[in-house]
């Protein structure tokens, strides 16, 4: 049988590589038709000779810097022309920097909120008629310090925050239209993503990389660190008709690191 997926149109910010690929990989897997937007013309055209092998469908790729405005219309222009639709917007774009909080310049936190947070901003505005007509739905995959502040991640923990605000007061909106609006917080996920900050924090503390990955992972007590796969069977759930009312909230996928109520 045909699954939900099949003919819907599924755009993924940050879909060349990390949790954003693993997302795309699973939703092309069910037959819907995903657009991968990412900086690099490489990684998107590799990620999608990856995932043409086993779906129905190769992923377009768009090519672009969603640090930018002109980078996310580009993104918007090339769905509306090629398919006028958008079913899924899912936002999984962002590297924001680890480190000692004196050595991170401006130039750093500026960048930071650029891609992650007003990348996010720009590309739901855009979308967001398109995903009211199909009655669809919009997932930002954020990060679990968006509620635990950490001292050497104090870029990213920021930039989470504001996007776990910006999703909720969305999900308001999206009442009205029709649109779910949910996030996904994903702890640490073997992705080279991770494996960036994990030299990033060896460099703050004077660690070496498998002293700070094992004491991390010792930290949370966690079985294992998360994979992208992990994210995305989520990500399918809160997008398919089942998870209809679930709207406006954000889910850990950290294999109960998250110590708090929230």
């Not at 925050?161 to 909106?173: C, E, I, Q």
Request: charged letters at 25%.
């Amino acid at each position: 049988m045909p699954s939900e997926f099949t003919g819907k149109v599924v755009v993924v910010a940050g879909g060349s590589r990390g949790i954003g690929r693993g997302i795309a990989a699973a939703f092309a897997a069910e037959g819907a038709q995903t657009v991968l937007a990412a900086l690099s013309q490489a990684n998107l055209e590799a990620a999608a000779d990856d995932i043409a092998r086993s779906a129905k469908h190769r992923p377009d790729i768009c090519a672009a810097d969603l640090r930018r405005e002109d980078g996310c219309k580009a993104v918007f222009r090339l769905v509306s022309e090629r398919h006028s639709r958008c079913d899924i917007l899912v936002n999984s774009a962002g590297a924001t920097r680890a480190g000692a909080f004196l050595d991170l310049s401006d130039d750093a936190w500026q960048d930071g909120f650029a891609l992650k947070f007003f990348g996010c901003v720009r590309l739901c505005r855009l979308f967001w008629p398109l995903v009211r007509t199909a009655r669809g739905h919009v997932v930002n995959i954020i990060g679990g310090a968006a509620r635990t502040p950490d001292p050497e991640f104090l870029i990213g923990g920021s930039v989470n925050a504001a996007m776990h605000n910006f999703t909720k007061g969305l999900s308001g909106l999206g009442k009205p239209d029709g649109i779910n609006v949910n996030a996904i917080l994903p702890g640490m996920t073997e992705t080279e993503r991770v494996e960036q900050l994990f030299k990033q924090r060896a460099a703050a503390s004077g660690k070496s990389v498998e002293e700070v990955r094992a004491s991390l992972i010792a930290k949370d007590g966690v079985a294992r660190l998360g994979k992208p796969e992990d994210i995305a069977a989520l990500a399918l759930f809160l997008c398919s008709e089942r998870a209809r009312h679930i709207q406006g909230t954000a889910i850990a996928v950290d294999g109960g690191a998250t110590s708090g109520l929230y």
